[in-house]
């Protein structure tokens, strides 16, 4: 859509007013690397019509808080990492707990407390598949990495595709449009494997089976690694901290329409917004959107005006309802009759299609005080169910002996993957801007976050007009060379 060469100012002036529309991690990411690239001068407008954060919300049991979308972070995730050594904020790290894979009749597969024991069920139950596994992923990770070499560099990508070229080559893209079930096969792991290990991480971190692309999924299978951490306090912090950091000006309203606007050589957009004050209109020179476009997801943001005329994206995002219970688990259900006899903190689950749920786990509140530790399932404890649609009360009684709270989020997820062909654009017109095309790669806060570093780059070299600083190739060896 549009041509991106074209230039908004032909005088070399910095902008003067830049719009944010959305304020997740995406959003609020977007808004500190620009402040970071045009300086203190220009005003950074960030509009958000519900809460800073996004995806990345909390529900409130007991006086305390738990995670009920993004909850857990990579190790390797270097942007989010940045963020909160910044922000001044702590690291959580996980608390240890055994995992489970139940099939709707039995448990299994099983942790123990001994590695050793695990190491040697897994090799005798699926041969050697979960080393080529670990490897796999090891690899795409290694690969995956070079992002924050390039950006430190400065090197901005127009698209998805480019920048995924430049870290893993043509094998990135490709991953992107195949089954990850045929790129593990072809790897030599087990169907076995796949139906009993793979498919339940699938399903509790995506809710879709192993038909996704072979990228997402190993991004999936990286966040099942246990070098996992989260944000003391609640992930939502890194956004309204970043917010602060950025000296953006928060709008709590909701944009309704975006038009391009030409005067001579001048190029700006049009805002439309709704607050709770009433309606309003703003200017911008740069505008980055920073929410899913696609009409399931309900952004109520209408393209006006653009010639060739652009609209809603292609696909659809995948319903997910996370419920968070206070309750007793009913072990029963799960073959063990007496709930002190059941050691684990989370079970997933297989493909099974008599199954009403992806996962259930024991979760800890985002303030996790000094001596912390899991309830055992024979005392009320915090769940965290994922499910396809809500669940009723008899399934809710299924899983629960008893309960006293059942707090439901309904998210438009992540992208229903499949339910659309390619990946979306990264430039809309010459200085417009969308981030969450890189979800249809992989959907996690550091993806927002690499994509928001990105189009900050972009949108700088795009506005001084620095070609050289965009999609070039072999960068490895480039910056190897670079002094
Ligand atoms: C249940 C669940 C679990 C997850 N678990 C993990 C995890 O453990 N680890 C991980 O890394 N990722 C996880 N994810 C994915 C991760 O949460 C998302 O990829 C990430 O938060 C997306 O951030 P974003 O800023 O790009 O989008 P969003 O968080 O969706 O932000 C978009 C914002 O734009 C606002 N907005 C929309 N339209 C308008 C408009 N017209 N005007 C103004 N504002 C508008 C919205 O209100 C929203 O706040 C999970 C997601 C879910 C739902
Ligand atoms: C982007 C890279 C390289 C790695 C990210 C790995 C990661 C943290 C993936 C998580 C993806 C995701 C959408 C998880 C959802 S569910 C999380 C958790 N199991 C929960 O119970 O909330």
Redesign the pocket.
Known sequence: VGNPETPAHEDGAPPSRIAV????????ATANFLRQHFGPEVQVDV??????????ATVTVNHNEYE??????HSL?LHMQEFVKQLGLKYRRNVAGKTAVFNSEEVILEETDWYLLDLFRLWWRYGISFIRLQMWVEEIMEKFMRIYKYQAHGYAFSSVEELLDSLGGSGFINMTRRPLSDSLLELGVSQRFIDEVIAPVMRV?YGQNVSIPAFVGAVSLA?AQNNLWAVEGGNKQVCSGLLKMANANLLK????SISPLHSGELLQYQLN?TAASGVGSELYDIVVL???LQASVG???QFQDFAPPFDELPGSYHG?V?TIVHGYLNTSFFGFPDPRLFPFASVLTTETPSLFFNSVASVCPVNISAGFRRKQPQEAGIYKV?SPQSLDKSQLKTLFRSYYSAQVTE?Q??PHYGSSQGLPPVELHPNLYY??GI?WAG??????SVAAKNIALLAYHRWNKQTDMVDQKDLMHRIKTEL
């Open positions: 529309v959305g304020a997740g991690i995406g959003g609020s509009f958000e019509k519900g809460e800073v954060g996004g995806r990345l009920s979308g993004g909850s857990i972070i995730n971190n966040g309203a909701q944009v309704t917004f920073a929410t899913p952004s109520g943001l997910t996370a994922f998210w997820a992540y981030l969450n979800e959907s996690a806060m550091e993806m927002s």
